[in-house]
């Protein structure tokens, strides 16, 4: 996980970005690695991700430790990622730079879509786990039928389509 250094970040491309230059509304950057870099900003809604009915689901079902963050939302989803792809995700606390308009910014080694299936699979082993623990055999067998059936791609897919946003910032 990288910090930023003052007004800069350094990306897990080895590239750095000013923090200034990070528009509100961006969703991916065009690194000058050639890649594209997923951009995730505290402000983003889960719903970015996630259809409001399973976020609400979310949020009454996931327990937090966080004071500052008592309701899940897009920081537990990214602590996630930074979880699972450490060296993937540069992280900035942008709380101290008021030219900015966030708090907090991650981005990624990885596109947009890609970090967005990578979320959706952490969200189903989470919802497993959760499952596992319900003790009872019954659910968990139906909840792995239904997850050999679910695609993860072709839900990421669908979802981007049914998002109808602009799909420059919300990319």
């Known amino acids: 996980m990288s910090k930023a250094g003052g007004e800069r970040l350094e990306l897990p491309c080895g590239e750095t970005v000013s923090l200034t230059s990070l528009d509100l509304g961006m969703r ?6 050639g890649d594209s870099h997923a951009v995730v ?6 719903t970015r991700f996630f259809p409001e009915f399973l976020v609400d689901t979310l949020e009454e079902a996931v327990e937090t430790t966080s004071e500052e963050m008592p309701d899940f939302g897009t920081p537990h989803l990214m602590g996630m990622v930074i979880e699972e792809f450490p060296e993937q995700v540069a992280v900035a606390d942008a709380s101290d730079e008021g030219d900015v308009g966030f708090a907090m910014v991650w ?3 990885f596109d947009s879509r890609r970090l967005h299936e990578v979320i959706v699979e952490l969200v189903v082993e989470l919802m497993e786990h959760a499952v596992s623990h319900a003790e009872s055999e019954r659910a968990m067998t139906e909840f792995e039928e239904k997850m050999l059936e ?8 669908q979802y ?10 919300y990319v």
Request: glycine fraction near 4%.
């Open 28 to 33: 991916e950057l065009d690194c000058d690695c």
């Open 107 to 109: 981005i990624a080694g």
């Open 150 to 157: 679910f695609d993860v791609s072709a839900f990421v897919e």
């Open 41 to 46: 900003m505290d402000m983003h809604p889960p």
């Open 160 to 169: 981007r389509d049914e998002r109808d946003l602009d799909p420059e910032p």
